[in-house]
């Protein structure tokens, strides 16, 4: 198939054939990649608002129910989600790239085998999670080293229903991962909304009948896990091609997969250790109380954080395919454009979180923990660092160019320790976001810049098509 040398050019069937029959949307996708990605963004910031509201309604009638500490050992449950999440060794956002080259290429047989593919190793991975954890909570049940925790315990229930709840997530993640690659992540941030409102119905409906702890915990995760199977329904009507098939189990989609997924997963690891810095080293280095403060003022900038993610999200898998498709000039403009959101972004998150954030806090937190103004500018560096990493690395992410972030990363989150201590412990918080920052920018920040510079669609080394 020839390349394209139109850099609106989308990969097949990248319009819903439902939308297609809507004129307004059929002219707005007329455009091309440029118009999917921001309306992808805008679905993301319905979906991100619908999920954040549905939060606070199922805080609000849970906490009355269950108690703190009740609650307290839900929230804390739900973090071994996101842990145990990067269990599918990066095969799903590996499979983000097959599949938005092969649509790219509109090689459907390409894109049914890395989905049966993928599903088959998520299953697996899901099934040995789930295994692996109960056999070594058993050894320690068995060992004494788990005290109450055992069957009929409503921890040890509320650990099963995580783990089984996890287990079906990684093959249901199939479906997002899907509608990410072809661009349809708008059909995404739908099912999502969905899946935000059956959570809060399932939570209600425990606590409604006067469920136990695992009862309402399950309604929230399963009602999640229907919707992701709505949307997995929905895909295999849509796109036949992609209904899994033990035949397309090959062996060089899972080298292809497992290849660039551990990659992935060690760059995910790198994020993990770097996310959590202030965390790790604060209560030791300023006192939890610092921490306290630092971590109102991270929570502000992660949430400002949150709005020009909406649009640089969607930008990987289009990268991805506009590198197959030899769309040089988009490649190239559009990492200027992103360069100049997330530059203007922190200029005006930081502006408007210094000035008027002693303001908004007081009234926020009732004035029991106030921020100094130097701390709140401090934490912008936070910001700074964020948007300059996922800048550079949705395009890597899209080149398939992982080994980097996989290494280095690593190294700069241990940098980034011991800065943030050494800084933290002669100017308190904002020492610890000023090291935050400094460990970041002396190797991530360098070298995700080089290694951007390196690809030849970047340098202006390879023709653009023609």
Avoid at 9 to 32: C, D, E, K, T, V
Avoid at 302 to 320: G, Q, R
Avoid at 392 to 410: D, E, M, N
Wanted: proline content about 5%; hydrophobic content about 50%; glycine content about 12%.
């Amino acid at each position: 198939m020839a390349p394209s040398s139109d850099s609106s050019a989308q990969p097949a069937n990248a319009l819903h054939p439902i939308f297609s029959r809507i004129p307004f949307l059929a002219r707005l996708f007329s455009r091309g990649r440029d118009s999917r990605i921001a309306l992808t963004g805008l679905a993301n910031g319905l979906s991100t608002g619908i999920a954040a509201l549905t939060g606070l309604a199922s805080i609000g009638i849970a906490v009355p129910y269950l108690g703190p500490e009740q609650y307290g050992l839900w929230v804390s449950a739900l973090s071994w989600i996101q842990l145990l999440g990067i269990a599918d060794l990066g095969i799903g956002n590996s499979l983000v790239n097959e599949l938005a080259q092969s649509y790219a290429a509109d090689d459907k047989d390409r894109a049914g085998e890395a989905v049966s593919t993928s599903l088959f190793l998520t299953s697996a991975a899901g099934l040995l999670v789930l295994v692996l954890t109960l056999l070594v909570l058993a050894l320690l049940q068995a060992a004494g080293h788990g005290l109450a925790y055992g069957p009929g315990n409503s921890a040890w229930s509320l650990t099963i229903v995580i783990l089984v709840a996890t287990a079906i997530d990684l093959p249901l993640g199939t479906p997002g991962r899907v509608y990410l690659a072809v661009q349809e992540g708008y059909l995404n941030a739908l099912w999502t909304i969905l899946g935000s409102l059956l959570g809060l119905a399932g939570v209600y409906a425990g606590i409604h009948l006067r469920l136990p702890l695992p009862y309402v915990a399950g309604g929230a995760l399963f009602g999640r896990a229907a919707a992701k199977a709505g949307s997995f329904v929905a895909v295999l009507v849509t796109k036949p091609w992609l209904r899994p098939r033990i035949s397309g189990v090959s062996r060089r989609c899972t080298k292809q997969l497992l290849g660039l997924g551990i990659w992935y997963f060690a760059a995910n690891i790198g994020f993990m250790l770097e996310s959590q810095i202030l965390y790790l080293v604060g209560p030791t280095v300023i006192g939890l109380a610092a921490v306290g403060e630092a971590a109102i003022v991270h929570r502000v900038y992660a949430t400002v954080l949150a709005i020009p993610m909406l649009f640089l999200a969607p930008l990987w898998p289009a990268y991805a395919e506009a590198l197959h498709r030899n769309d040089h000039a988009w490649v190239r403009s559009t990492l200027a454009h992103a360069r100049w959101l997330g530059a203007i972004s922190t200029v005006v998150a930081v502006g408007g979180v210094t000035l008027a954030g002693p303001t908004g806090l007081r009234w926020w937190l009732h004035g029991k923990i106030m921020p100094s103004r130097l701390l709140l500018a401090s934490g912008g560096l936070w910001l700074a660092m964020r948007l300059w990493r996922e800048v550079h690395t949705t395009l890597l992410s899209g080149a398939g160019r992982l080994r980097g972030q996989g290494t280095y990363g690593v190294v700069s989150a241990g940098l980034q320790a011991i800065l943030a201590s050494v800084f933290g412990r002669a100017y308190g918080a904002p020492g610890v976001f000023l090291g935050w920052f400094l460990g970041f920018a002396l190797i991530s920040g360098i070298l995700l810049v080089w290694e951007c510079h390196l690809l030849p669609q970047v340098r202006r080394l390879a023709p653009d098509a023609t």
